[in-house]
């Protein structure tokens, strides 16, 4: 199957200027392209006619997996994709939906963590240094633009499966990984393995002896048993998906939340080789609802075809090919 990686995630934002201060100026991400959405791409994102948007591209050093893609909408939409942080949250750490972007930082974090909250950006706990089996990390979890959650992460000791060889290029890497909060597991290896044919790196629960400290890296009630179940593009360690299952917890889906025009991390985009076997493919299989069949639309990088899908959880995926 013919499914790359995570090429970006896009994350809607109310003020695009203030958002590249942050991801152009403080984490020195670099602009690949900025430039207005062409309404046939925003009729595609389900949009009301008059929209407009304005976006900017951001790779780690020209990095063609794990971009940022940020997009000011006007009208606004103020409603966030996920708000589950502060006194004021509508949303629990365990919904089942989008979770957070992830980056890995230079080390010493403290210090990379000093210059972000002095942007504005404030860090949800002290980093926590700690080791799962083989893996050595330590990482902190800032609130971003528009409450968007970004985890910035030192891999002290990390395999290649998980961060590419020479990661982060400088202050920070591209997206290393994005988090999903994840219901049935079972329909998620079906469309993430199966359908979409990605691999999964790690797919275990957490062993009993650091369920604990688990547990408290993911907000989850002592004693919750979580699995994770980690996807990516065969050979690549980056634009990685990690979906979170927590066993018998209590949790609601944020229904319809994850889509253009709202605010926080909005879409999955994903290449393909075959746009129309992959619709096929889907249709047949039942377990993600297609939003958009494939369609022409006129975008930054020329003419595409698109296709937006539904996933399991209520992930977004725009999945896009060369048009003929």
């Known amino acids: 199957m013919d499914v790359s990686a995570t090429r970006s995630i896009a994350v809607g934002v109310s003020n695009l200027e203030r958002a590249l201060e942050l991801f152009a100026g403080v984490m020195a991400l670099q602009i690949a392209w900025r ?42 939409d103020p409603i966030r994709v996920r708000d589950d942080y502060g006194p004021d949250a509508i949303d629990s750490p365990l919904d089942i939906g989008p979770k957070a972007i992830d980056f890995y930082v230079a080390d010493p974090i403290q210090d990379t963590l000093q210059r972000v909250v002095a942007a504005g950006y404030p860090a949800r706990s002290a980093p926590r240094k700690h080791l ?16 968007v959650p970004l985890l910035l992460m030192v891999g002290h000791r990390h395999a290649r499966t998980s961060l590419r060889e020479g ?20 329909a998620n290896r079906r469309f993430y393995g199966e359908q979409l044919g990605l691999v999964a790196v790690n797919d275990a629960e957490t062993p009993d002896e650091y369920r604990a400290l688990v547990d408290e890296l993911v907000d989850a009630p002592q004693g919750t048993r979580v699995h994770f ?11 990685k998906i990690l979906l979170i299952h927590f066993f018998g ?29 992959l619709h096929a493919r889907l249709v047949k299989a039942g377990d993600a609802r297609v939003v958009l069949r494939p369609t022409a639309v006129t975008t930054p990088m020329g003419r595409r075809m698109v296709m937006l899908v539904r996933g399991p959880n209520e992930e977004m995926f725009e999945f896009s090919s060369p048009a003929a």
């Open 167 to 186: 990661s982060p290029d400088g202050m920070y890497s591209e997206i290393a990984t994005a988090s999903v909060i994840c219901g049935d597991l079972e």
């Open 229 to 239: 179940l980690l996807y990516a593009e065969p050979g690549e360690a980056s634009g």
């Open 35 to 76: 430039d207005s959405l062409d309404v046939s791409l925003l009729a595609a994102w389900g949009l009301p006619a008059g929209t407009r948007a304005h976006a900017a591209e951001l790779s780690c050093k020209g990095y063609p997996y794990g971009r940022l893609r940020l997009v000011e909408f006007s009208p606004l």
């Open 249 to 277: 917890a209590p949790a609601k889906r944020l229904t319809g939340r994850m889509q253009p025009g709202r605010l926080g991390f909005s879409l999955f985009s994903h290449d393909v080789g075959n746009i129309h076997g």
């Open 132 to 147: 799962i089996g083989h893996s050595l990390s330590e990482e902190v979890v800032i609130t971003g633009p528009d409450r």
